[in-house]
């Protein structure tokens, strides 16, 4: 048997190594601040889409909103005017947001319990992302969607005659109030998710609603209920935020109602900040 030689193939047609410029992974820990940012803002978009896909959160949030405060026009407008002698306009909008800031958390607080039913709470958890992500992100959603509602009664109210009298300063102050009145509430609402079942979180948020709805000053003037009810429908939360929003639209009073405000929004999530986490925590590891 002969032994055939296999020519040598030359060194410049072999096949060369292909380099791939791949980009530099710098990875993070996922508890560092970094991180917590990106994550947060992560589940924030997640959110936001699932809620922009959802028909009863957009009513929620657009129609339902709008349609009310043309309600309260429509029933309330002239009565209420010529008893102040203000427009009931410069009421009912900041009344309206943050109605819809409440309700619509409450829509969160239901799907939060819908992503711990499903076991979603638990898998975020087992991955690597920050432990506060999953809150916050919530939080940051939250205050987007006060701000959208916001932004959206304010044009209805526009049609209906609502102005911004105090300049362009005092209309981006006025539009924060609901977003920090939003956070507080969605807070509180996060804080009773985690420790209720079933329907209970919606009967318990309802009558709160209802309660805050019918006994503020943008409903009617303090000066309409009895008296004995005049100073606790003063300083409900609802009628402090009102308050100032009015100020800060129409004219009036302005530094005492805002800090009322702060005072109540940094004490509602000063006692149910602690709570909240905790639940949430305790809701991730054992969601599923």
């Not at 209420?80 to 943050?98: D, E, H, N, R």
């Not at 009145?181 to 509180?188: K, N």
Request: charged letters at 10%; hydrophobic letters at 55%.
């Amino acid at each position: 048997m002969s032994v055939v030689d296999t020519p040598a193939v030359p060194e410049s047609s072999a096949p060369s190594a292909v380099v791939l410029d791949l980009p530099e992974v710098s990875a993070r820990p996922e508890s560092s601040p970094v991180a917590w940012a990106v994550h947060s803002w992560l589940q924030c978009k997640r959110l936001l889409m699932a809620w922009l896909r959802d028909p009863a959160t957009t009513i929620q949030t657009i129609v339902y909103p709008a349609l009310t405060l043309v309600m309260f026009w429509i029933v309330l407008d002239e009565s209420i005017s010529s008893f102040s002698g203000k427009p009931a306009v410069y009421g009912t909008v900041p009344m309206i947001t943050l109605i819809a800031a409440m309700t619509g958390a409450v829509v969160s607080a239901l799907a939060f319990k819908v992503d711990k039913a499903t076991g979603l709470l638990g898998r975020f958890w087992t991955m690597p992302i920050h432990r506060a992500a999953g809150l916050t992100g919530r939080l940051l959603a939250e205050a987007i969607r006060v701000l959208a509602t916001t932004l959206i009664v304010i044009a209805v109210g526009f049609c209906l005659g609502f102005r911004f009298d105090q300049g362009p300063l005092a209309a981006l102050a006025l539009i924060g109030i609901p977003i920090l009145f939003g956070i507080g509430f969605a807070v509180f609402i996060t804080a009773i998710a985690t420790i209720t079942e079933g329907p209970v979180l919606v009967q318990i948020v309802g009558l709160l609603t209802n309660l805050l709805l019918f006994f503020n000053s943008g409903f009617v003037l303090v000066q309409a209920y009895p008296t004995w009810l005049q100073s606790t429908v003063a300083n409900q939360p609802m009628s402090c935020a009102i308050e100032a929003m009015k100020g800060l639209s129409y004219g009036g009073p302005v530094a005492e109602p805002l800090i009322d405000t702060l005072l109540w929004v940094g004490g509602v999530i000063l006692v149910f900040g602690y709570p909240a986490v905790r639940g949430y925590r305790k809701a991730a590891e054992t969601s599923g």
